[in-house]
């Protein structure tokens, strides 16, 4: 029965009818425990979706739909390793690099490329890495595009000030802009090259490589450039091919998808700056993601009911796009790493057995770090003619607990969540008129994510949360979220325009 037609979907479509005269105002207002009742924990991370546009009655509905969709037994595939991204013929186990599969063979193998990799990455941090003329690597540069890059970039970023001696830099433009810049204060014979690309294929990232390369050999001529270069991908025959040594090679399964890479070895940008133990506590903090995932309550299952708040603005209310407004300048890589998790994995046209959909599916995603975002978009959250649910991602402890400035920042956040759903009624009433132009009319949703602080195993929590959300979607959608043949047409054009 196509989607639109089951009774779950119907049943949300009146049900929205209904909630024509909703106001968030008035539910918070007239309902005191709303607040508590929709305030959700998971791994340590906090949720509060009292500031959305549902009743107790939405969520019993859409947690209908998910009961329909079967999404305890797509979850349960998703962990067993079941080839569930049909168009490519393989699972989607990314969980199996942070939470021990069943597999023990599996288990075995992902245990030892993390520590291969692990090793390698407290080796540069201890110095103890050496170049072909035996000076101590010093500069790390990571070339790699979209999954291969993102997520490392995003981590990396969120751990704040790397804690080894490595100078670390991350390229994935093609513009070579972005690789002069990393190479400006670089020596060859004090910089490693890490190709990170999970088919060792993409254009980018191998032209960037081979330009780095060309930088080493034209900077010390006589250096054996093979000890200057290291791999990660689940080709390692492409990269010999390459010139890569299998020493320095890091492999992972063909069936962790680009964009849910960061906990394999494309992830050693975090080792290399925060060391072994900060991403083992990334991997724990997912895992624990995960296990709340499995083992939760549906009513109490903070990716389940975000998934379903997701296809409820989307199909019910026509959102076509959705915001995600990091406060915290750490997390300021969150709407990018988001973009790619959620377009990639939830842009898709057709369902699962290739048929056209007639519902849409991903929004757009976007964002911007708060406080920041306030002086440039926020007019539009606020007074727009149509509105975008926003997520507010922040974290209840920052670096120096003592700092009003970081109190500003947590009070900031808030402070707008009220403003998007109560508009004026959040003001104390003045008695003044105001004229039409100033009016915010609030009823605009919002969810506060809220980290207990912004370490490595709130982050890997908080980036399980996403991952797992956007698989919700995914099957209440009837798609495969797994896949991504989109972007080969951008690919091969550009072939056929290179060739002539
Ligand atoms: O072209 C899209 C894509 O395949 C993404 O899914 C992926 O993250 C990125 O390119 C990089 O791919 P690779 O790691 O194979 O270089």
């Given at each position: 029965?196509?989607?639109?037609?089951?009774?779950?979907?119907?049943?949300?479509?009146?049900?929205?009818?209904?909630?024509?005269?909703?106001?968030?105002?008035?539910?918070?207002?007239?309902?005191?425990?709303?607040?508590?009742?929709?305030?959700?924990?998971?791994?340590?991370?906090?949720?509060?979706?009292?500031?959305?546009?549902?009743?107790?009655?939405?969520?019993?509905?859409?947690?209908?739909?998910?009961?329909?969709?079967?999404?305890?037994?797509?979850?349960?595939?998703?962990?067993?390793?079941?080839?569930?991204?049909?168009?490519?013929?393989?699972?989607?186990?990314?969980?199996?690099?942070?939470?021990?599969?069943?597999?023990?063979?599996?288990?075995?193998?992902?245990?030892?490329?993390?520590?291969?990799?692990?090793?390698?990455?407290?080796?540069l941090r201890a110095g103890q890495?050496?170049?072909?003329?035996?000076?101590?690597?010093?500069?790390?540069?990571?070339?790699?595009?979209?999954?291969?890059?993102?997520?490392?970039?995003?981590?990396?970023?969120?751990?704040?000030?790397?804690?080894?001696?490595?100078?670390?830099?991350?390229?994935?433009?093609?513009?070579?802009?972005?690789?002069?810049?990393?190479?400006?204060?670089?020596?060859?014979?004090?910089?490693?090259?890490?190709?990170?690309?999970?088919?060792?294929?993409?254009?980018?990232?191998?032209?960037?490589?081979?330009?780095?390369?060309?930088?080493?050999?034209?900077?010390?001529?006589?250096?054996?450039?093979?000890?200057?270069?290291?791999?990660?991908?689940?080709?390692?025959?492409?990269?010999?091919?390459?010139?890569?040594?299998?020493?320095?090679?890091?492999?992972?399964?063909?069936?962790?998808?680009?964009?849910?890479?960061?906990?394999?070895?494309?992830?050693?940008?975090?080792?290399?700056?925060?060391?072994?133990?900060?991403?083992?506590?990334?991997?724990?903090?997912?895992?624990?993601?995960?296990?709340?995932f499995l083992e939760a309550p549906?009513?109490?299952?903070?990716?389940?009911?975000?998934?379903?708040?997701?296809?409820?603005?989307?199909?019910?209310?026509?959102?076509?796009?959705?915001?995600?407004?990091?406060?915290?300048?750490?997390?300021?890589?969150?709407?990018?790493?988001?973009?790619?998790?959620?377009?990639?994995?939830?842009?898709?046209?057709?369902?699962?057995?290739?048929?056209?959909?007639?519902?849409?599916?991903?929004?757009?995603?976007?964002?911007?770090?708060?406080?920041?975002?306030?002086?440039?978009?926020?007019?539009?959250?606020?007074?727009?003619t149509f509105f975008a649910p926003?997520?507010?991602?922040?974290?209840?402890?920052?670096?120096?607990?003592?700092?009003?400035?970081?109190?500003?920042?947590?009070?900031?956040?808030?402070?707008?969540?009220?403003?998007?759903?109560?508009?004026?009624?959040?003001?104390?009433?003045?008695?003044?008129?105001?004229?039409?132009?100033?009016?915010?009319?609030?009823?605009?949703?919002?969810?506060?994510?809220?980290?207990?602080?912004?370490?490595?195993?709130?982050?890997?929590?908080?980036?399980?949360?996403?991952?797992?959300?956007?698989?919700?979607?995914?099957?209440?959608?009837?798609?495969?979220?797994?896949?991504?043949?989109?972007?080969?047409?951008?690919?091969?054009?550009?072939?056929?325009?290179?060739?002539?």
């Amino acid at each position: 029965m196509a989607l639109t037609s089951t009774p779950a979907w119907q049943a949300l479509q009146r049900h929205r009818d209904a909630l024509a005269s909703f106001r968030l105002d008035a539910a918070l207002r007239d309902d005191p425990a709303r607040a508590g009742r929709w305030r959700v924990e998971a791994a340590g991370l906090h949720a509060d979706l009292s500031r959305n546009l549902a009743t107790d009655e939405t969520w019993r509905l859409l947690l209908a739909l998910a009961e329909a969709a079967e999404l305890p037994r797509w979850r349960q595939q998703l962990f067993a390793g079941a080839p569930i991204n049909g168009t490519e013929r393989r699972p989607a186990w990314h969980t199996a690099l942070r939470t021990a599969p069943s597999d023990a063979a599996v288990a075995r193998t992902v245990e030892a490329e993390r520590r291969r990799m692990l090793a390698f990455a407290e080796q540069l941090r201890a110095g103890q890495l050496r170049g072909a003329t035996g000076e101590v690597i010093d500069t790390v540069v990571c070339i790699g595009i979209g999954g291969s890059d993102l997520g490392p970039r995003l981590v990396t970023a969120a751990l704040g000030e790397p804690s080894g001696p490595i100078r670390l830099h991350f390229v994935s433009n093609i513009d070579p802009v972005e690789l002069d810049q990393a190479l400006a204060q670089a020596a060859p014979e004090t910089t490693l090259v890490v190709c990170i690309s999970k088919s060792f294929s993409t254009q980018e990232t191998l032209e960037n490589t081979r330009a780095a390369l060309a930088w080493l050999r034209a900077g010390a001529p006589s250096l054996d450039t093979r000890r200057h270069l290291a791999a990660v991908t689940c080709q390692p025959e492409r990269a010999r091919a390459f010139g890569a040594d299998p020493d320095l090679t890091f492999t992972f399964a063909d069936w962790v998808g680009g964009r849910y890479s960061v906990w394999s070895a494309c992830g050693v940008a975090i080792a290399i700056a925060h060391g072994a133990d900060a991403f083992e506590a990334l991997l724990r903090g997912a895992a624990a993601l995960d296990a709340h995932f499995l083992e939760a309550p549906a009513e109490r299952n903070l990716p389940l009911l975000l998934g379903l708040l997701g296809v409820w603005y989307v199909n019910f209310w026509g959102c076509r796009s959705r915001a995600v407004m990091p406060y915290a300048q750490r997390l300021r890589h969150l709407p990018a790493y988001l973009q790619q998790l959620e377009m990639e994995s939830n842009g898709k046209r057709v369902d699962r057995d290739g048929r056209p959909l007639d519902y849409d599916t991903s929004p757009v995603v976007w964002g911007e770090a708060g406080t920041t975002a306030q002086h440039s978009v926020f007019q539009f959250l606020h007074q727009g003619t149509f509105f975008a649910p926003v997520d507010f991602v922040t974290g209840a402890a920052f670096e120096r607990s003592d700092e009003e400035r970081e109190r500003l920042l947590y009070a900031n956040a808030l402070a707008q969540a009220d403003a998007l759903a109560l508009g004026e009624a959040a003001l104390k009433p003045t008695g003044a008129a105001k004229p039409e132009h100033a009016i915010v009319p609030g009823n605009r949703p919002s969810t506060f994510i809220t980290l207990p602080r912004i370490d490595a195993f709130s982050v890997g929590a908080a980036l399980a949360l996403y991952e797992h959300r956007t698989f919700v979607q995914g099957v209440l959608w009837r798609i495969n979220s797994f896949d991504q043949w989109g972007v080969e047409i951008g690919k091969l054009l550009l072939k056929q325009r290179l060739a002539g």
